[in-house]
């Protein structure tokens, strides 16, 4: 008897944790969908931030872009390195027009990592050191990632060109896809971020 009121308890525990954890990932979830409406690639948005949301803590607009933009930056990270590692392939067959394509979309992306590496650091002083260097530090923010964006489309639509296989250019327009709607996604978070600070500072000095 008392073997099975053991057993009969372990099930309810773990069925009534189930759904606590169920409860607790379904709130979690509602909360990064609000946050995540006004930008161009919700579902995205959602599973960026979803594994950085607990029960516990909610992320706060700041903390949502600073997570939104490092995933950026490693997805940008991990295409320059996939890219790279390409163009040394085409080098080794000695196909000129093929590797100055992957060579020209190559340094596109690296500019890309750069912008979005600055706009990291950029981001994780706002708030810091002043309000009179927020707007400052808020503009550097967009101009940089509004500029990996465009590196992102340029390498999409153009430096590729036909001499690429396609196969190989699927895949890497695939990966500069994700880059550019991560960056998209920034930037809607970051504008969400920057209008609800502004608020706060309009009501604590009406």
Known sequence: MVQMFLSLLV???TILGFF??????SRARMYLEAQC???????????????????Y????????AQISLTT???????????????AKQYNKTKNPGEYQALEECLHQISYGV???TQSVKELQQMGKDGEEKFIWHESNVKSWVAAAL???????????GDEVGSKVKSMIKA???NVKQLASNSLGMLNRFTARHRASRAIKNP
């Open 72 to 86: 950026c930056l490693a997805k940008a990270r991990f295409t320059k390195a996939y890219v790279d590692m390409i």
């Open 114 to 116: 750069n912008q979005i």
């Open 11 to 13: 099930i309810s525990l």
């Open 20 to 25: 606590g954890t169920v409860e607790s990932r």
């Open 57 to 64: 803590e909610l992320p706060s607009p700041q903390r949502i």
């Open 150 to 160: 465009t590196d992102s489309i340029t390498c999409i639509d153009g430096s590729l």
């Open 37 to 55: 409406q006004s930008t161009l690639y919700s579902d995205l948005c959602v599973r960026t931030l979803l594994p950085y949301t607990t029960k």
């Open 175 to 177: 990966r500069l896809l």
